[in-house]
C-alpha cells in the first residue's frame, strides 16, 4: 500500500525507474514484485520467517547484503531500493556465472 506524501512517491518512483535500468528491468515489473512481496509497504514483516521490506528480504539475505532486517524495516523506501538493487545484481551475476558454467561443460562435453 502506497502511502508516501506526493513528492517522497515522485522521488521514489524516480528512483526505481533508475534502479531498473541499471538491473536490467522494466519498473513496472519491479514494481510488481516489490507489490507482490510487500504491497510496496517498506516496514513489512513476515512474523514466521523474519523476511522484511520491500522484497521480503530473508535475515540471511540481509545479512549477505550489509544489513539487517531490523535496519531495513528502519529505512525510507527510498533508501531500501539500494538493497533491492544490490539483491537483484548480486543474484544476477551469480546466476550468469552458473549457467556460463552449465553452458561450458555442455561445449566441452560435445567437443571432447
Known amino acids: 500500500m502506497l502511502t508516501f506524501v506526493n513528492n517522497t512517491l515522485i522521488s521514489f518512483l524516480e528512483k526505481t525507474k533508475q534502479v531498473a535500468q541499471r538491473i536490467g528491468c522494466n519498473y513496472k515489473d519491479l514494481l510488481a514484485v516489490m507489490n507482490s512481496e510487500s504491497g510496496l509497504n517498506s516496514r513489512a514483516q513476515n512474523k514466521k520467517g523474519g523476511a522484511s521490506g520491500l522484497i521480503q528480504f530473508m535475515p540471511a539475505t ?13 529505512m525510507t523506501p527510498e533508501q531500501q531500493l ?9 543474484n544476477k551475476r551469480t546466476y ?4 556460463e558454467r552449465r553452458v561450458g561443460k555442455e561445449c566441452r562435453s560435445r567437443w571432447s
Request: zero cysteines; glycine letters at 4%; a negative charge.
Open 62 to 74: 540481509a545479512r549477505a547484503l550489509g544489513t539487517t532486517t531490523d535496519a531495513l524495516r528502519e
Open 82 to 90: 539500494d538493497y533491492v538493487e544490490k539483491f537483484y545484481l548480486m
Open 96 to 99: 550468469v556465472r552458473s549457467e
